[in-house]
Nanobody, 133 residues
Framework: EVQLVESGGELVQTGGSLRLSCLVS????????IGWFRQAPAKGWEGVGC??????????????YYADSVKGRFTISRDIDKNTVYLQMNNLKPEDTAVYYC????????????????????WGQGTQVTVSS
């Protein structure tokens, strides 16, 4: 059974930083693109960024892709030993307030990068991030 568990969300002031974690079990985070998404009150889903899978032939690490709204402020990385994907968020703004989710697709290799929620079918329970002004 695949499980994704987010943690690290909390209340932070504008300009502050947080690091969210996505602990994954049941699949290898190097074999799947892992995405981060958020949902703010009264707003739809927004893809934040994703980290691509490692190339099975060349061994080259997957890159990252970000939404324009977070580019330059957010960074996604992964720890292979811990099978965990991180979302480092710097220079946080009130508009970053949302519940943040990590997600994985049904199969490895379906795509390299995607910020479309419909491309993912395995989701964590979410973690709340609140940025005060």
């Amino acid at each position: 059974e695949v499980q994704l568990v987010e943690s690290g969300g909390e209340l932070v002031q504008t300009g502050g930083s947080l690091r969210l974690s996505c602990l994954v079990s049941g699949l290898d985070v190097t074999d799947f693109t892992i995405g981060w998404f958020r949902q703010a009150p009264a707003k739809g889903w927004e893809g934040v960024g994703c980290i691509g899978r490692r190339d099975g032939i060349s061994g080259r690490e997957g890159g990252t892709y970000y939404a324009d709204s977070v580019k330059g402020r957010f960074t996604i990385s992964r720890d292979i030993d811990k099978n965990t994907v991180y979302l480092q968020m710097n220079n946080l703004k009130p508009e970053d307030t949302a519940v943040y989710y990590c997600a994985a697709p049904a199969y490895s290799g379906l795509f390299t990068y995607s910020l479309s929620p419909s491309d993912y079918n395995r989701w964590g329970q979410g973690t709340q991030v609140t940025v005060s002004s």
